[in-house]
């Protein structure tokens, strides 16, 4: 992806994650415009939360009762802006599961056809691998990555399940990475 970066010339690149003056620094620099949405944070506010029904209890279960339409109404609207590159990083992991395949296909929406996407996913619910993180892009082949807040993975994906995320894609690469994390690049 970094190559892909550094070769082409002014791609329009959705970066999710907390705002990064890093990256928005290196892909200016590559003369790239970038646009940055943080959606964890966003998903863990009640307000995002179905109301009962029939005067049932409420629930605060997320994953449960997580209103994915109105979430994706509200947070995902890129006011007709489409894009080259997606970097969505690792942010699946934290968001309710049930956001997850309605991402995805929004994701694919908003990307030019042969934009280029790129997730990271968990293996592991818990552990220090897994703290949630801001990855900054750097001119090596090494990615800094730092402490990005208090936010547990949610859901651990197996490969099947990404794949069915990627449906509708033209190519889709796998890589293992260290502290057991999938790296793929879809091609739309």
Do not use: C
Not at 109 to 123: D, I, K, Y
């Amino acid at each position: 992806m970094r190559r892909h970066l550094q070769e082409t010339d002014s791609l329009r690149v959705l970066d999710f994650g907390l705002t990064s003056p890093a990256n928005i620094n290196y892909l200016t620099s590559l003369g790239h415009s970038v646009y940055m949405a943080n959606i964890v944070q966003d998903a863990t506010r009640p307000e995002w939360l179905k109301p009962a029904e029939d005067g049932a209890p409420a629930t605060t279960d997320l994953d449960a009762n997580f209103d994915v339409e109105r979430f994706i109404a509200a947070n995902l609207d890129f006011s007709g802006r489409d894009f080259d590159v997606i970097l969505l990083w690792d942010t699946a992991n934290y968001l309710p599961s049930s956001m997850v395949p309605a991402l995805f296909a929004r994701l694919r929406e908003v990307l030019r056809p042969e934009g280029r996407l790129l997730a990271f996913f968990h293996g592991k619910l818990t552990g220090p691998e897994t703290a949630f993180s801001r990855y900054q892009l750097s001119d090596s082949d090494d990615l800094v990555v730092l402490d990005g807040g208090e936010f547990p993975v949610r859901q651990v994906y197996q490969t099947r399940q990404v794949e069915r995320f990627l449906e509708g894609f033209s190519n889709v690469r796998f890589f293992l990475g260290k502290d057991n994390v999938r790296e793929v690049i879809a091609v739309r």
